[in-house]
């Protein structure tokens, strides 16, 4: 649950009211005021699980960003380039052995729902393997960019950048050019040198099932 904005004092009536909405299921909470955070921490939830952080910057662009040559792109749209990326994903940050193990175990209902959300998913490709990959979720006024890794080996050649214009071109291609994005520290210079501007700083805590 994103953009969160209520009175403090009512966090742990609304964090019993959500479990109860959603039994069995865990939930990310993001706010931008650190006293909300504070007291959904002390109404139930807890830090995020590595390789989260706890604290992230919003950033937004509605500039074109720059090319980037030499990387080929491609929209994924079968389950093998989704394990791909997902293989991207956990490779390139600090995943727990439980944490891969169960994102893995999802992989087939996860690339089912992520087929039915507007937006997409790409890979970026060096010499014909995949080293990178993007997603994007589409909404009334632009794209917000929901993940992106690197793997270590490829970072420093451009391929950040190459998954960050596409998801503008896709922005453009549905006539809402505009990004939007919740970044982490490695990743916020590179698309401050694309043009984004940070808006605010969130906190996000999480709820166990």
Same mark, same amino acid.
Do not use: N
């Given at each position: ?21 959603? *039994?069995? #299921?865990?939930? $990310?909470? =993001?706010?931008? !005021?650190? @006293?909300?955070? /504070?007291?959904? %921490? &002390? ?21 074109? *960003?720059? #090319?980037?040559? $030499?990387? =080929?792109?491609? !929209?994924? @749209?079968?389950? /093998?380039?989704? %394990? &791909? ?31 039915? !959300? ?6 970026? %490709? ?84």
């Amino acid at each position: 649950m994103c953009r969160l904005d209520f009175d403090a004092g009512a966090a742990g009536g609304v964090f019993e009211e959500v479990r109860a909405l959603m *039994p069995g #299921a865990g939930t $990310g909470w =993001q706010t931008p !005021r650190g @006293d909300l955070a /504070e007291a959904l %921490l &002390a109404a139930g939830c807890r830090a995020p699980a590595p390789p989260l952080d706890p604290t992230f910057t919003a950033l937004a662009t509605d500039h074109e *960003p720059p #090319a980037v040559d $030499g990387i =080929q792109l491609k !929209r994924v @749209d079968t389950f /093998e380039d989704f %394990l &791909a990326g997902l293989e991207i994903e956990l490779a390139s940050a600090a995943w727990t052995e439980a944490g891969a193990a169960r994102r893995r175990a999802d992989a087939a209902s996860t690339f089912e729902r992520r087929l039915a !959300r507007p937006g997409g998913e790409w890979l970026a %490709l060096l010499d014909g393997e995949p080293v990178a990959w993007a997603s994007a979720i589409a909404g009334p006024r632009g794209l917000y960019l929901a993940g992106g890794a690197t793997l270590p080996a490829a970072r420093g050649r451009g391929c950040y950048r190459a998954l960050v214009r596409a998801r503008w071109d896709e922005a453009v291609r549905r006539g809402t050019p505009a990004l939007a994005v919740g970044a982490q520290d490695s990743s916020r210079p590179i698309l401050e040198r694309c043009g984004f501007e940070a808006v605010c700083t969130m906190y996000e805590v999480e709820s166990d099932p």
